[in-house]
């Protein structure tokens, strides 16, 4: 077994694909708690093909991949920002707009000059093959910063993503705290692409923080769960697909998809186990040891 | 319970809230113009209209959330930009919140602190204490590490009235507290307010339940996209200004110091099935 895991280990893009599923997939974990409990799911989506937009500019304009798609990024959630202000405009019709526009910028450049096909296809589907030192580098950076700003933000954030208008008034500064988040969100996003594909990144986001939701009702429990499925996903994902020879991308979103459905299977499961031995209990993990917890405090225990 | 004063030396001559010439709205609908209010330092105050009269922008006016198209709002004679922080408690409607959140009633108490220059995620153990403190005070102690999903509305109530104490605010707001809870859980919490007020803690809130701001609150706000009247409520709950405020037949049904109102005219229960 060990030798198993430890022969593909070989490969120097086996070990930086691996290093880099695994940071990417914590990071995205970690940050996809944030994105569903504000349901921000499609932001990450629109995001990710606005930042796709970006890099094919920025290839036209001989700029960096991750510059062009930064500034894409960026670019693109201000725009947002402008257009949902007024309130005429909801928040899933202004993403739609700017960043499928970029998008289609993006496609329109690349059918026209037809050379550089190639190198997109990772951005758009994800090649764990070309990993750089440099991409490395750049990941750990975007994933030690998300770790590091979720963990000194962590009380503005959980307040403003809880009651924001409250948040306001008790003197969070509520849209500075969103726009670090958008931020943060962002420079994920653009580090992740060339591993999971513009394709597959909110699903990278949202599965391990789902997941994590299923398994839990508390919200730190829930961040440290989602952080880990999240690197546990990226890991098992890559040698997956070093088996089975397939995409890296999706093979690492199907392992995340795979692990949602076993724990809402396994939730169902004891739901029905309690409903058939203890009607007077409540269904499901999360809601069983709150009933147990209810209890202890009842009995002031 | 100790409160804080919010200004200088000089703040016993200014109203608690004070809005002069204030205009609201949202781009080019206007809600109210040129609005006048004082509001006494340790009043108990209740806002009371109709549906879309503009409370909600009121409330959010005078807490700074919403930013007045023209005139002044000062709280303790102070801009917002000058009060600090803590100073207003702010208890929201039970419906602007998404219960499945996973949260536990202490943690949302413990947000009251999250304004706090403390950085790291866990809470010291002063801010343990003054949340066991304020649940004992509250009733809440024993739901304290149940999920808010878990919770009645009045327990929720509660938790956020909590959070709301846990700085010792001198200017307590509350959005429709009345709503979203049952009848008993309403006149609960209208008492534990009239206790916080008795202590020194100016409270302003908004309801639909005009008994119970009858029963519960000295002063009374009638406001419908500006101000109609406001008084004692023996003063204000009067047909004319009522029907002013409400547009609709009004009937009050009065018994020596009590009284009752009702919209429309008043069931009469017959003796028989017809």
Redo the contacts between chains.
């Keep these: 077994m060990i030798e198993f895991l430890l022969e593909p280990l070989e490969y120097e893009f086996f070990r930086h694909g691996l290093l880099a599923t695994l940071m990417v997939g914590a990071s995205c974990g970690l940050i996809g708690v944030l994105v569903i409990l504000r349901g921000m799911s499609y932001v990450g989506h629109g995001l990710s093909h606005a930042a796709f937009g970006g890099a094919v500019v920025g290839f036209i304009l001989n700029l960096n991949f991750y510059a062009g798609a930064g500034v894409m990024g960026l670019l693109a959630l201000l725009l947002i920002n402008r257009i949902t202000r007024s309130g005429t405009v909801k928040l899933d019709a202004a993403i739609g707009i700017v960043t499928n526009a970029m998008f289609a910028l993006g496609v329109a450049i690349i059918s026209q000059v037809r050379t550089f096909n190639q190198s997109f296809e990772a951005a758009l589907f994800g090649n764990i093959l070309g990993i750089t030192e440099g991409d490395l580098l750049l990941i750990g950076f975007v994933s030690l910063s998300t770790l590091t700003t979720m963990f000194l933000m962590y009380r503005p954030l959980l307040f403003s993503t809880f009651d924001q208008e409250t948040a306001q008034v008790f003197g969070i500064r509520t849209a500075r705290v969103q726009l670090v988040f958008s931020l943060l969100l962002t420079l994920t996003i653009i580090a992740s692409m060339n591993i999971v594909g513009v394709t597959m990144i909110a699903a990278t986001l949202i599965a391990p923080a789902a997941t994590a939701r299923l398994m839990t009702d508390c919200f730190s429990r829930m961040l440290i769960y989602a952080l880990i499925i999240g690197g546990i996903t990226g890991v098992a994902g890559m040698y997956l697909s070093y088996i089975f020879n397939t995409a890296s991308g999706a093979t690492i979103v199907l392992f995340g998809a795979l692990l949602y459905c076993l724990c809402w299977l396994t939730n169902f499961l004891h739901d029905r186990y309690i409903l058939q031995n203890h009607p007077d209990g409540k269904s499901g993990f999360v809601q069983t040891a709150q009933h147990q917890s209810a209890e202890r405090n009842e009995a002031g225990l | 319970m100790s409160t804080r004063a919010i200004s200088s030396t000089e703040s016993h001559i200014h109203p608690a809230i004070s809005l002069s010439d204030v205009t609201a709205g ?2 080019r609908h206007i809600v109210f113009k040129r609005l006048s209010l004082k509001i006494d330092r340790g009043q108990f105050a209740g806002i009371v209209g109709p549906t879309a009269c503009g409370k909600t922008t009121l409330l959010k006016t005078i ?3 919403q930013s007045p198209l023209s005139g002044t709002v000062l709280l303790d004679g102070q801009t917002l930009n000058d009060i600090p ?2 100073i ?1 408690g ?1 208890v ?1 409607q039970l419906e ?3 219960w499945r ?4 009633v202490e ?2 108490i413990l ?5 706090g220059k ?4 866990w809470p010291s153990r002063e801010e343990r204490e003054r949340v066991h403190d304020l649940a004992h005070r509250l009733g809440i102690y ?6 808010i ?2 919770t009645s509305g009045g327990q929720r109530q509660r938790a956020f009235l909590a ?1 709301a104490l846990v700085n010792n605010p001198a200017l307590l ?1 509350l959005d429709e507290p009345t709503s979203g809870v049952d009848i008993k859980a309403q006149h609960e919490v209208l008492h534990l307010l009239g206790d916080i007020n008795s202590e020194g803690i100016t409270i302003l809130l908004t309801t639909h339940d005009l008994n119970a701001v009858a029963s519960h609150l000295p002063w009374v706000i009638c406001f419908r996209n500006g101000l109609i009247a406001q008084g004692k409520p023996r003063d204000i709950f009067t047909n004319d200004i009522l029907t002013r405020t409400y547009g609709g037949d009004i009937t009050i049904v009065r018994h020596e110091d009590y009284f009752l109102i009702a919209n429309g005219t008043p069931i009469h229960f017959s003796d028989g099935d017809q």
């Design positions: 949202y781009g807490l700074g959330t922080r803590g207003i702010y929201p602007s919140v998404d959140f996973p949260v536990t943690e949302v947000m009251g602190f999250y304004t403390r950085p790291w995620p024993r739901c304290l590490r149940q999920q999903s878990n959070r707001v």
